[in-house]
């Protein structure tokens, strides 16, 4: 075997590890995106061949890329998340960005983060392309210069979504749950058959006989499935050495994953076919935001004061805008917008603090336990 085919086994020995240096994982995100770029290319240029193609449209380019950018997206996020999987898996140590030894992202997790991915790059495609319709106006995109700008796209979106799967922190994570739910909410409302809904709620856009219900529900329940995933990252480092503070993580960490399934169900059960389920859920979101928000420095005592303020805050502004609902102010579809914003605002930083505050030290929360069992 020659000096090349040596390195290559080495480096992918190496990515394979779990302590795999930075480095690594960058150069082989380089090859896993070179490796797409071909395939695009030579699956691309066969399809376009003999075509004048647009840029967005039925069988445009546009449409090409984003399908396949979507493709793409799933299978180099699994590609991924293969590269830091260890070889042999020690009960004892940490992984994917958890404070916790043992913990780990389940099945359930990853495919729902691996489907976030997918839309993102399905949605995104989309978007630039409509955009570059629009500043390229009747411009036609010939088979080979439309093969190498798809060949691009596919290998962009692979080597952004296999970076994302070995560093699956959780502010990665955060931020691929607040861009997700902003391009799908986005979609909806542009594929929505109805350009009015806005005058009745934001349910209007998950209604069965909307053009955007499937976008608009698959949004909240893949959302869901996020937040609970984001609510045991944000629980997981926090110091609770005493009876009392493991208990106030419980209740947190059982208020955040209750409002991820109640966020959830709002997308299963729509407004036109379960309408008090619906709004049991969607009302029962805000009431365990606020109790959790409100009951914040009783169940964790050593949050900070200052996001503690920040969270009643978002509370109060909630409150107030049911007022003017109340009063006919606003409209529900605002209320709705607002408070979303909110909440989901809310739940990232939290991440972030939740992740500076780090966990006790060892030797710290041995003498603290000693200390609780003699007293």
């Known amino acids: 075997m020659?000096?090349?085919?040596?390195?290559?086994?080495?480096?992918?020995?190496?990515?394979?590890?779990?302590?795999?240096?930075d480095a690594v994982f960058e150069a082989t995100a380089l090859i896993v995106g070179a490796g797409f770029l071909v395939v695009g290319f030579f699956v691309a240029?066969?399809?376009?061949?003999?075509?004048?193609?647009?840029?967005?449209?039925?069988?445009?380019?546009?449409?090409?890329?984003?399908?396949?950018?979507?493709?793409?997206?799933?299978?180099?996020?699994?590609?991924?998340?293969?590269?830091?999987?260890?070889?042999?898996?020690?009960?004892?140590?940490?992984?994917?960005?958890?404070?916790?030894?043992?913990?780990?992202?389940?099945?359930?997790d990853l495919a729902a983060i691996a489907f976030a991915h997918a839309a993102i790059a399905y949605l995104g495609w989309l978007g630039i392309a409509e955009l570059l319709e629009r500043?390229?106006?009747?411009?036609?995109?010939?088979?080979?210069?439309?093969?190498?700008?798809?060949?691009?796209?596919f290998a962009l979106t692979g080597y952004v979504s296999f970076l994302s799967a070995v560093a699956l922190t959780p502010m990665v994570l955060s931020l691929v749950l607040a861009v997700f739910l902003v391009v799908g909410a986005f979609a909806s409302m542009l594929a929505s058959s109805d350009v009015h809904w806005w005058r009745d709620n934001l349910s209007a856009l998950g209604m069965s006989s909307n053009s955007s219900s499937v976008a608009f529900n698959a949004t909240l329940i893949i959302a869901g499935v996020m937040v609970t995933t984001i609510s045991r990252y944000a629980t997981a480092g926090l110091p609770a050495v005493a009876p009392a503070d493991r208990r106030g993580r419980f209740v947190v960490r059982g208020g955040l994953i209750l409002l991820g399934i109640f966020l959830a169900c709002v997308g299963i059960f729509?407004?036109?076919?379960?309408?008090?389920?619906h709004n049991t859920v969607a009302t029962g979101m805000t009431v365990?935001?606020?109790?959790?928000?409100?009951?914040?420095?009783?169940?964790?005592?050593?949050?900070?004061?200052?996001?503690?303020?920040?969270?009643?805050?978002?509370?109060?502004?909630?409150?107030?805008?049911?007022a003017f609902f109340a009063v006919g102010y606003y409209n529900l579809t605002a209320v709705e917008l607002i408070a979303a914003v909110l909440i989901f605002s809310w739940i990232i930083v939290f991440l972030r603090t939740a992740g500076s505050m780090g966990s006790v030290p060892s030797a710290r929360a041995d003498e603290v336990g000693e200390a609780v069992a003699a007293g």
């Open 135 to 153: 500043s390229f106006t009747d411009a036609p995109v010939f088979p080979f210069p439309g093969a190498v700008l798809v060949a691009v796209a």
């Open 288 to 322: 365990v935001f606020g109790v959790v928000v409100v009951g914040l420095p009783w169940l964790l005592p050593s949050i900070p004061k200052v996001f503690v303020g920040f969270g009643w805050a978002f509370a109060l502004v909630i409150v107030l805008l049911a």
């Open 45 to 108: 240029l066969p399809v376009f061949w003999g075509h004048e193609l647009a840029i967005s449209g039925s069988g445009s380019i546009g449409v090409f890329a984003a399908f396949g950018g979507a493709i793409t997206a799933a299978i180099a996020f699994a590609l991924g998340r293969i590269a830091v999987r260890p070889e042999q898996v020690d009960p004892d140590a940490v992984r994917d960005g958890f404070t916790v030894p043992g913990d780990r992202l389940r099945w359930y």
């Open 2 to 21: 020659n000096a090349l085919g040596r390195r290559v086994l080495q480096v992918l020995r190496q990515v394979r590890g779990p302590d795999t240096a």
């Open 270 to 277: 729509p407004v036109d076919e379960f309408f008090l389920l």
